[in-house]
């Protein structure tokens, strides 16, 4: 999955993808909605320009290894064809890859939702009706796309290349053109970057806080990678798979240091954390005037009605994979005479309808929802890193003639995969950590009942009823901090 991109890419014509399209294919999977918010959501946290390079440097090396990972599992485990939610299945047991889908197929939900409110907020510079995103008209309109998506999907139509044409030059002109605009029109102040460097827009605020308040953007930005890996598994050879990996994420990263490093030299962080979203029109029209921002905002728009068509696709095969496969119950497997899952697409679109909903009668925003997102796939990441560090440690021996590279070298890649994914874990706080709980709890219901259906054992582990006992506590205490008021949703 993308949750930051848009998935519903063509499939290569057979015969396989050369490493040019390899690269340029894995960088439009990840490259999405995200890196047009990028400055103002680090500004927002309170980050100095230091702390923000300094939770890029980190997760540029958590991310690689996560990319990494999923490489590897997928040449010396080829035979896991679960998605993402095989890795903790076949790693930790069924109940642990049960949650792991469904933490992948909430995600990608509230990728939707987070995508409706950026969407709209562009909307707003040129129609003020849509008052920043959120507002009853916003939702409106959400709900008129998000249905028309699922008609379209349920009469069979999953991928389209035009769309997909569309989505990518929308997507990366605006992009290389604030880029390059800002470098060569010289609207780059060393003098203001320098001064965000020191400082950032909440003086006083401790540093690692300033880092940790940074890092659930820059996963946010990279979700995603996953999907990237098995794209870049339909290569002509398989030895420029890891080329492409690297390459393209080398290049993803680049991107997104360009645009959070030039926009830091544009307008201080005191200004950049009060745009509203799309932040980077803001920092272009500074820049360059009003043309800068109808470029930005005109480009989100293109990118987000597209990408919202390929979540729409994603959110609903996803759980309907999981049901084909004995992981959900047995009617998200259901079919119409088109083929297309329709139970998953009315009950996705329907818990879409939902959080809708709690967006118009709450302070929620697009930050809220996309945090949620990213903390909900952290789970996912999190089981798939732990699975392969397992595998460097138990199965060494099937790491050879799949794959290069000493087996130390994996292992360590693999423990400080898991690091990483725990550290991001820490930095979403512990109120976000018992939100995600919230979401999580529903799903033992579904475990049950699809046991139930299949006539199979359940929770029967020591491990199993720690974690259902884990869930249900913290649900229970999100719950209790909504109510008194301590989290306000």
Same mark, same amino acid.
């Given at each position: ?7 519903? $890419? ?19 999977? $990840? ?9 103002g ?29 999923? !490489?590897? %599992? ?22 642990l ?12 939900l ?12 562009a909307?707003? #510079?040129f ?9 009853l ?5 959400? *709900? ?6 699922? !008609?379209?999907?349920?009469?069979? $139509? ?12 929308s997507?990366?002109v ?6 390059t605009?800002?470098?060569f029109?010289?609207k780059?102040?060393p ?14 605020l401790?540093?690692f806080d300033?880092?940790?308040? =940074?890092?659930?953007? =820059? ?22 798979v890891?080329?492409?990996t ?5 290049? &993803?990263l ?14 201080p ?35 987000? &009605? ?6 729409t696709? %994603?959110?609903?095969e996803?759980? #309907?994979?999981?049901a084909e ?6 009617a ?19 818990v ?5 909903i709690?967006?118009l009668? *709450? ?18 990441y ?25 087996i ?6 693999g423990?400080?995969?898991?690091? #990483? ?6 930095? *979403?706080?512990?109120?976000g ?13 579904? #475990? ?22 884990v869930?249900?506590?913290?649900a229970?205490? *999100?719950i209790?901090? $909504?109510?008194?008021g301590?989290? &306000?949703?």
């Amino acid at each position: 999955m993308s949750a930051d991109s848009s998935p519903a $890419i063509a499939k290569p014509h057979q015969g396989g993808m050369g490493i040019f399209r390899l690269v340029t294919t894995v960088i439009t999977l $990840i490259v999405g909605g995200g890196v047009f918010t990028l400055a103002g959501d680090q500004a927002a946290g309170g980050a100095s320009g230091a702390a923000i390079l300094t939770a890029w440097g980190i997760s540029g090396v958590g991310v690689l290894c996560l990319v990494l990972t999923f !490489f590897a %599992l997928s040449r010396i485990k080829p035979e896991l064809k679960g998605g993402i939610y095989s890795y903790a299945n076949a790693g930790f047991g069924d109940f642990l890859g049960f949650n792991s889908a469904w933490g992948y197929w909430i995600s990608a939900l509230l990728c939707t939702v987070s995508f409706s409110a950026l969407l709209f907020g562009a909307l707003t #510079y040129f129609f003020p009706v849509f008052g920043g995103g959120t507002n009853l008209p916003s939702v409106i309109g959400a *709900s008129c796309l998000i249905w028309f998506y699922v !008609f379209l999907v349920s009469r069979g $139509i999953k991928e389209a290349t035009g769309v997909n044409a569309v989505i990518t030059i929308s997507k990366f002109v605006p992009i290389f053109v604030a880029i390059t605009a800002i470098i060569f029109l010289q609207k780059f102040d060393p003098a203001i970057f320098m001064a965000n460097l020191a400082q950032g827009a909440e003086p006083g605020l401790p540093f690692f806080d300033q880092v940790s308040n =940074t890092m659930m953007i =820059t996963i946010w930005v990279f979700v995603g990678i996953e999907g990237a890996v098995a794209i870049s598994g339909r290569a002509k050879k398989d030895k420029d798979v890891g080329k492409a990996t690297i390459i393209a994420f080398v290049c &993803v990263l680049s991107i997104y240091l360009m645009v959070s490093t030039l926009s830091m030299g544009v307008m201080p962080l005191s200004e950049l954390a009060n745009l509203p979203n799309p932040a980077l029109a803001g920092v272009m029209e500074h820049a360059v005037g009003q043309w800068g921002a109808i470029l930005i905002n005109g480009g989100v728009v293109l990118s987000l &009605v597209g990408a919202m068509l390929g979540y729409t696709v %994603l959110s609903s095969e996803s759980p #309907y994979e999981a049901a084909e496969q004995g992981v959900f119950i047995k009617a998200f497997a259901k079919t119409n005479k088109k083929g297309a899952p329709i139970v998953t697409l009315v009950v996705t679109n329907i818990v879409i309808e939902a959080f809708l909903i709690i967006m118009l009668f *709450s302070d929620s925003t697009y930050q809220f929802f996309y945090t949620l997102s990213a903390g909900m796939i952290l789970l996912p990441y999190l089981l798939s890193a732990a699975y392969f560090a397992k595998l460097t440690f138990t199965e060494p021996g099937a790491f050879k003639g799949k794959i290069g590279g000493n087996i130390v070298l994996w292992r360590i890649f693999g423990i400080f995969g898991v690091v #990483y994914s725990f550290f991001l874990a820490w930095a *979403s706080g512990a109120v976000g950590l018992t939100i995600m709980s919230l979401l999580y709890a529903p799903g033992i219901l579904m #475990y049950v009942k699809g046991k139930k259906e299949r006539g199979e054992p359940y929770l029967q582990s020591t491990l199993d009823k720690v974690v259902v006992a884990v869930i249900l506590a913290a649900a229970v205490a *999100s719950i209790v901090l $909504i109510a008194t008021g301590v989290v &306000v949703i």
